[in-house]
């Protein structure tokens, strides 16, 4: 098995291009086991291409990716027995109940007990009550717990979620980021994708922006804020919030191709 102390995700000098459209150009990242990673970027900045490439639905053009140690590229079968994906679109069956749903992929994981794999389940992601309604009668939230939920069965050490809480309302987000924290209190490590820098904010460890094909900073919430002086006001100290840091950093360079590495002062 995989040396335990090596990073749950390793990435160096990925590069992927669709034709001329250069998406990746050399990201590099380490995501340390049982933390939240979080990628933030603008719209078609790369995201779900990286995610696809770590989950080995998508081949990079140049650099390595391990994945619980495993290689993507030559080892796609160990690398898929450790990580589930939940995309966007919830892969929930309508028709289904909440259990039904739960049970169905159980069994396709060939578990023993999938009865009790999805009380459990339900129980985790407080759907107990719903769980024998078809999930077409789920509201967004509801559905998006589900969909969590059946990604977890046969226990994976690493998810990735590709903008779990999109579309989602304010409740049905806190709902969403629930389900997350609760995952890395047993330990498993997530690496989620998101438009929301609050959603970074409150769940990620450490937070890295993805801009112009390449990983501008990389660090904890306290080092980017670092990244931009405390404004100061007569007697209040502000600290600046991370959607001001995510601005000032990609907003004020979008036409400018080069030169965005950025370090932390400290
Ligand atoms: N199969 C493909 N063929 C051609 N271009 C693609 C393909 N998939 C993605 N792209 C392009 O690559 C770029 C990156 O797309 P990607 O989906 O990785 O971005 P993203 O960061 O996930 O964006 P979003 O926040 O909108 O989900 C976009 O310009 C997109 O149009
Ligand atoms: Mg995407």
């Known amino acids: 098995m995989t040396a335990q102390r090596t990073p749950a995700i390793q990435v160096r000098g990925l590069e992927k291009s669709y034709k001329e459209l250069r998406v990746l150009r050399g990201v590099d990242f380490e995501v340390a086991r049982g933390s939240v990673f979080a ?95 078809r999930a077409s009668t789920y ?43 609760d995952l890395t209190a047993r330990g498993t490590t997530v ?14 460890d450490r937070i890295a922006i993805l801009h112009q094909g390449r990983i501008i900073v990389d660090g904890t919430l306290a080092d980017l804020k670092r990244l931009l002086p405390p404004a100061k006001v007569e007697y209040v100290e502000k600290q600046p919030t991370l959607e001001e840091i995510f601005l000032t950093l990609v907003g004020a360079d979008r036409t400018n191709g080069h030169d965005h590495n950025v370090r932390t002062n400290t």
């Open 39 to 133: 990628l933030l970027g603008s719209n078609g900045a790369g995201k779900t291409t990286a995610v696809r490439i770590l989950s080995t639905l998508l081949r990079a053009d140049a650099g390595t990716a391990r994945v619980n140690g495993f290689d993507v590229a030559t080892q796609a079968a160990n690398v898929r027995e450790s990580i589930s994906l939940t995309g966007q679109f919830a892969a929930v069956d309508e028709i289904l109940t909440g259990r039904e749903n739960l049970m169905l992929v159980a069994r396709l994981r060939h578990l023993k007990n999938p009865g009790e794999v999805a009380d459990d389940l339900l129980e985790r992601f407080s759907l107990t009550e719903a769980a024998t309604r």
């Open 139 to 181: 509201s967004g939230g509801m559905r998006r717990r589900l969909d969590i939920a059946m990604s977890l069965i046969g226990d994976p050490p690493i998810i990735f979620l590709d903008e779990p809480t999109t579309g989602l309302d304010p409740q049905a987000r806190i709902e969403v980021w629930q389900a997350v924290r």
């Open 191 to 204: 690496l989620l994708t998101t438009q929301y820098l609050e959603e970074a904010e409150q769940l990620a």
